[in-house]
Structures are given as C-alpha cells and as structure tokens.
C-alpha cells in the first residue's frame, strides 16, 4: 500500500520496534495492576523515543504517561498491557496448547493494543516536531482495563482535566469505528459476619456466613426478571468460609458484579442489590459489610470524532492480509462454531459471509449491532473528555476473545498488520484534529452536551484507592 498520508510513513518508520515490543509483552502476561514487566517495557520505549515520562500515575505503579511536543491542543492515546488469567497457549497453534498449566495469556490482544497506541504517539510526535506544529500528544499507559478500572481512577485524579481529545482502538475480528455502546458496572464485595459452631454438636448456636451469601445470590437471582433487558448481575466466590464442612462458616464473602446501560440505571439497580444484601444478613443473623472494589461508566459517543476517524479508515482500507494470514485464520475457525462466526457479522448488522476468514471491509458507521454488550474503564475517559476508538481486524472472523483462540493468534503476522493499521489509523484521526481545530470544537460541544442532560458521577468513591 502507496502511503498517501506522511504520517503513515512516520508509523511504518518505527513499525519493527512495536512489534517487538507487542511480542515482548505477549510473552509477559500480567494481570491487573502486576503489569510490571509490560509498564517496563513501555517506559523503556516511551524513553528511546524521547518522550517526558510520568510513572506511578494516579498512584498507580504500573500506570505511565508520556509526553511530546509544546503548547496547542493536547491530543491522548490510550493503550492497556494487561492480560487474563488462566489462558495460557502456545501462540501460532491451532489447537489448545497452554504453555503453562492455570497461567496468565493475552485473550484480548492488549499487548497489541498498548504498543500500537504508543506506536501512534510516537508517529504523531515526529510529526508535530518535524512540520514544527503547535500540539502535544500524550500516551496513557493504563494498566487493569480488565476488571481492575485504572482509567476511573485517572479520570478522578484529574489526569484528563487538561485533555482536548482521546483516541484508542482494540483488537477484534473486523475494522471499523467503535460503536460507543457499553455496560457501566461497579464490583462490590460483600462479606458476611456470622457466628462459628459445631455444625452437628450444636448447629442452634451458629450463624452461617455462606447461608447468607447463596440467600443473597437467590435474591439476585429473582431480582434478574425485574431488571432493564440490558442490565446483568454476575457473581464470584472470594471467600466460602473455608473447607470444614462440620464448622458453621462464621464469614463469607461474595463479589457482584453488577451492569446496567448508563449510570443513573447502574445506581438504582446498585441500591437494589444491597437491600438484598441487607436482607440476606436479617434472614441469617449475620451481618453485612460491603467494598467497592472498582467501577466503571458506559462509553459516551463523540460524532464529530468518529466521522474524522471514519474517513481515516476509508483512507486506509481495510487490513492487507496475503494468503498465509488467511490460511492460519482458516485453520482456527475449525475451533469454532458456526455461532461464533455468526457473531461477528451481528456485531456489525451485517449478513453472514460464507468462508471469509479475515475481514475485507470497513463496517459503515451507522449500522445496528446485535449481541450483547461488555465494560470498559475507556467509558470514564469518554465521560472527562471528548473520546473516539476504532476495531480493527487483527483475528480470525469469530474467534471469542477472552479465550485460548485469541491468544494463540497475538503474535501471528496477522495480528502485527492489524497493529500497524491501528497506530496509523489512530496517527491520522490526531493529525486532522490538530490540523482542524474546529473539528474539537464540534467534538467539545457534542461532549457538553452530554454532560448538560448527565452529569458525570465517578462510579467509584471518593474513599476509595486502587487495590494496589
């Protein structure tokens, strides 16, 4: 492909570095906020490429942010590095091959993610300092997406209060702009404090933490038909209260994960699940302590952002993948089903091909999706400040992200075009803001406007750190 924008030659200049750097931390995988290899990694980089480096963002160890260039609009990108646990697999495989037994992978491709962010801020740094441009590019190194909400806690630390636009992009089976649709969620970790006994000698003087904990799972469970058709409720076990089934479990603790479609919904359905919480202590004896252990907004859609995101991808065309990607995706889609496959195209309102293993095409921004819906901490930055994504086509079409399948594709020649694409998608859409400032001020007003009907109100109090 002829580069018919300069700054994707800036990105195809530094290209082999990032994807080094993108299969260093694939090799890595750390879960939330233990990302100390991979934030390692990415400051080594954010340095050799002369960026000004701010580690321990937010009080975050394994959050960094750097920065480049002098005065103008102050242009994010943002990039993750964490992984998943228990998804280990041998990469370029296709079969279930764990390299290491109960072991952490990469099931969302964020090791492409993060080095294609900084990749994109570093083409965008070149630029500014090479046309001699007003403007400063600012990486966000964001650990934890995964469950763990860093970005929350960045945005109520004031780390965006100055930003005029964020740009990000994730992996996945087709390229487009991201449609803005997401689940706000808050993780509350409930603990219940009972009363310990001799579970046959005398039961009678008992109080059993875990009775109230499966009660309060039953009342969420009866709760489930009388929520909006969007929202969900999951559940984890941290603590059963040990594993003697003849003592009356004296403490137990659950973690609710609890989602809903915006957060005035999120709020309300949050209040009904600890009355049932509440009501589970007072049917047991026992009583309830509670924690937010993280939370997160639903994404907020930006207009103006995403037509200047669009044209960039149409620029570019779709992802360029030669017949030895096409082979390899063939060979993964034998895992899968023919509802997987499927899924891909609902995602995108569109009509199932038959045989198509890589994405051809650039999904057209107005479209209706179909499926269900994920979280992501990218909502609190989209809430502080005017914010667009893409997708990009880095996988096979209907490989299940968090699963063996899409780790074993993160280091596929693939994968690395699809990363490549990204960066000079994600270059691009920060040049034509900065070289048109009247489109942030049409993605500033589009944002206000969001905000004069919804204020902002951070899912996660005041009160509380992150769990570092």
């Given at each position: 492909?002829k ?6 030659d ?13 299969d260093?931390v ?44 002098d ?5 994010a ?15 370029g ?7 290491e ?7 969302c ?5 993060g080095?294609?962010?900084l990749?994109?801020?570093t ?7 090479e046309n001699g ?14 469950g ?5 806690y ?6 965006f209060d ?9 992996p996945?089976?087709f390229?487009g ?7 706000a969620n808050?993780r ?14 005398a ?10 904990v499966?009660?309060?799972?039953i009342?969420v ?18 603590d ?10 004296a403490?137990a603790?659950v ?7 915006s957060?005035?919904d ?19 004896g026992?009583?309830?302590t ?33 017949e ?10 034998t ?7 499927n ?34 901490d990218?909502?609190d930055?989209?809430?502080?400040v005017?914010?667009?994504q893409?997708?990009v086509?880095?996988c ?5 992200f968090h ?27 920060a ?28 899912p ?9």
């Amino acid at each position: 492909m002829k580069n018919a924008d300069p700054i994707w030659d800036h990105v195809d200049r530094h290209r082999d570095d990032f994807i080094a750097l993108s299969d260093r931390v694939f090799d890595t995988p750390e879960t939330l906020y233990a990302e100390y290899k991979s934030v390692a990694e990415h400051v080594q980089m954010l340095r050799a490429q002369g960026f000004k480096i701010t580690e321990n963002a937010a009080g975050i160890p394994t959050a960094v942010i750097g920065e480049a260039g002098d005065e103008g609009p102050v242009i994010a990108i943002l990039g993750e590095f964490d992984a998943l646990p228990y998804l280990s697999q041998a990469p370029g495989v296709a079969e279930h091959q764990p390299l290491e037994e109960g072991g952490n992978g990469h099931g969302c491709g964020h090791n492409l993610l993060g080095a294609a962010a900084l990749l994109a801020a570093t083409a965008v740094k070149d630029w500014l300092a090479e046309n001699g441009i007003k403007g400063r590019v600012r990486y966000y190194g964001c650990p934890a997406e995964e469950g763990g909400a860093a970005k929350t806690y960045m945005v109520r630390e004031g780390l965006f209060d100055d930003v005029d636009a964020a740009i990000s992009w994730h992996p996945a089976t087709f390229t487009g702009v991201n449609e803005a649709r997401s689940l706000a969620n808050t993780r509350i970790d409930f603990t219940f404090h009972g009363k310990a006994a001799h579970a046959a000698g005398a039961p009678e003087l008992g109080r059993s933490a875990l009775d109230a904990v499966e009660l309060m799972n039953i009342g969420v469970n009866y709760l489930r038909e009388h929520m909006p058709d969007s929202a969900r409720v999951h559940y984890a076990y941290l603590d059963a209260g040990g594993v003697a089934p003849n003592v009356v479990q004296a403490k137990a603790t659950v973690r609710q994960l609890v989602r809903a479609s915006s957060l005035p919904d999120l709020a309300d359905l949050v209040t009904r699940v600890r009355k049932i919480a509440d009501g589970a202590a007072l049917m047991t004896g026992t009583q309830v302590t509670s924690q937010v252990f993280s939370g997160v907004s639903n994404l907020l859609g930006n207009r103006p952002l995403e037509e200047t995101m669009q044209h960039e991808l149409e620029k570019l065309g779709p992802v360029a993948f030669d017949e030895s990607d096409l082979s390899f995706a063939r060979e993964i889609q034998t895992t899968l089903t023919t509802a997987d496959i499927n899924t891909t195209f609902k995602r995108i309102g569109a009509k199932p091909k038959k045989d198509l293993a890589l994405c051809d095409f650039i999904a057209p921004l107005d479209r209706h999706s179909d499926g269900g819906e994920g979280s992501t901490d990218v909502g609190d930055v989209s809430w502080a400040v005017p914010t667009v994504q893409a997708r990009v086509a880095t996988c096979a079409i209907g490989t299940p992200f968090h699963t063996w399948q899409t780790v074993a594709q993160g280091k596929a020649p693939a994968a690395h075009k699809g990363m490549i694409y990204a960066a000079k998608a994600m270059a691009a859409t920060a040049c034509r803001l900065v070289e048109d400032p009247s489109r942030i001020d049409a993605a500033r007003a589009t944002h206000q406007d969001h905000l004069g009907e919804t204020p902002y109100t951070c899912p996660i109090p005041a009160d509380v750190r992150p769990p570092v």
